[in-house]
Each structure stands twice: as structure tokens, then as C-alpha cells.
T-cell receptor
Framework: KQEVTQIPAALSVPEGENLVLNCSFTDSAIYNLQWFRQDPGKGLTSLLLIQSSQREQTSGRLNASLDKSSGRSTLYIAASQPGDSATYLCAVEETSGSRLTFGEGTQLTVNP | KAGVTQTPRYLIKTRGQQVTLSCSPISGHRSVSWYQQTPGQGLQFLFEYFSETQRNKGNFPGRFSGRQFSNSRSEMNVSTLELGDSALYLC???????????????FGAGSRLTVL
């Protein structure tokens, strides 16, 4: 059974700092991995999707990497801003379809 | 273009009652999936529907059921509510990108259910 773990559970940083969020998964036979953002009381917003054949994806200040062999992904946020404060979730999809296995999330606070 | 719409956004029920939640997907999306989010268990997959057929099902008791209509709108129903059913229920619609094979999900804002 696939298990997804995110470290750290919570992170507080000053504005402007670069930071890395970690995600690990137990079964490397994944179809793709996605990073989502969730604001309090809201739904999920997709940030980046990395297919199993890819090593990384970039969008603006966000960069996500994927190492299937080691079962790890990282989300790098450059020059963090208070508006980046949210919970970040990673999720793996094992076969083509919309069933995702989520990690518990990292709650990020960026202080002005 | 309109996003995924979930109704109601908030509701309060008592133990033993039943509840029906609705999800309207993005126009053109034929797949709808449901997730339950709780502080203790995180996000857990409930079920997925495609073209009115349940294609995947998570590990939830039979009290949890769903269906999809011909216009792709979906409903989920929870019968005989328990305190532990209090959660944020999220619906996502998806579109398979043929060129890449990637399944891009768009989530709604969720329906927050409180069971007293």
C-alpha cells in the first residue's frame, strides 16, 4: 500500500528566504506526482505536476523535483512571500486515473 | 471558465441522519472524484466516477455512496451519520491530457460537514 510522508509538518520562515519542502513515497512505481496548495478552509490548488518520466517542473518561483528510484520529491520555493503561507500537499498517482494518495502536508508560515 | 462547484458549502447534521453533497464539474470534464479530509486522517480517496460509472472506490464503509449523472454532475451520500464523518468533503473533476497522459485535477472548495 502506497504511503506518502511529508517533512516537516510545519515550517515558519522570514520573508525572502528560500525553502525546501520534502515528500517521500514508499512505492516507486508511480504514474505522476503532484504538489498542491491549500489555504485555510479552502479546496486544493494544483501547483506542479511531474510525470514519472520527468525529473523536475518549474512554475515561477516554484521548482519541484522527482527522484523515483529513491521515492522522493522536493518542492523548492524561492524568495518566499507572506502570500505563500498555506499548507502544501504532495500526492502520488499510481496508475492513470484520478485516485491520488496524499501526504499529511507541510504547513508553511512566511513572516513579514 | 467556471470551476468546480460544490454545494452546500457548510452543513450541520446530527448522528443517524443522512446527507447528500453535490458537485458540478468543469464543463467538458467527465471524471469526478471525491475525497474526505479530516485532521487525523488527512485526505483520503472515496470514489471516482467516469461517464456515470464508478471506476474506483476507496476503503470506506457502504454508508458512503455516490453517483454521477449524464451531465457529469455528481452526488455523494452518507447515511446513518457518525461523529467521525465530520470532515471537509472535496470533489475534483479531471481532464486527461491526451498529448501527455497527465490527469489534471481541479478541486472544488469543499463541503464542510459537522455531525453533532
Amino acid at each position: 500500500k502506497q504511503e506518502v510522508t511529508q517533512i516537516p509538518a510545519a515550517l515558519s520562515v522570514p520573508e525572502g528566504e528560500n525553502l525546501v519542502l520534502n515528500c517521500s513515497f514508499t512505492d516507486s512505481a508511480i504514474y505522476n506526482l503532484q504538489w498542491f496548495r491549500q489555504d485555510p478552509g479552502k479546496g486544493l490548488t494544483s501547483l506542479l505536476l511531474i510525470q514519472s518520466s520527468q525529473r523536475e517542473q518549474t512554475s515561477g518561483r516554484l521548482n519541484a523535483s522527482l527522484d523515483k528510484s529513491s521515492g522522493r520529491s522536493t518542492l523548492y520555493i524561492a524568495a518566499s512571500q507572506p502570500g505563500d503561507s498555506a499548507t502544501y500537499l504532495c500526492a502520488v498517482e499510481e496508475t492513470s486515473g484520478s485516485r491520488l494518495t496524499f501526504g499529511e502536508g507541510t504547513q508553511l508560515t512566511v513572516n513579514p | 471558465k467556471a470551476g468546480v462547484t460544490q454545494t452546500p458549502r457548510y452543513l450541520i447534521k446530527t448522528r443517524g441522519q443522512q446527507v447528500t453533497l453535490s458537485c458540478s464539474p468543469i464543463s467538458g470534464h467527465r471524471s469526478v472524484s471525491w475525497y474526505q479530509q479530516t485532521p487525523g486522517q488527512g485526505l483520503q480517496f472515496l470514489f471516482e466516477y467516469f461517464s456515470e460509472t464508478q471506476r474506483n472506490k476507496g476503503n470506506f464503509p457502504g454508508r458512503f455512496s455516490g453517483r454521477q449523472f449524464s451531465n457529469s454532475r455528481s452526488e455523494m451520500n452518507v447515511s446513518t451519520l457518525e461523529l467521525g464523518d465530520s470532515a471537509l468533503y472535496l470533489c475534483a473533476s479531471s481532464l486527461l491530457v491526451a498529448s501527455s497522459g497527465a490527469n489534471v485535477l481541479t478541486f472544488g472548495a469543499g463541503s464542510r460537514l459537522t455531525v453533532l
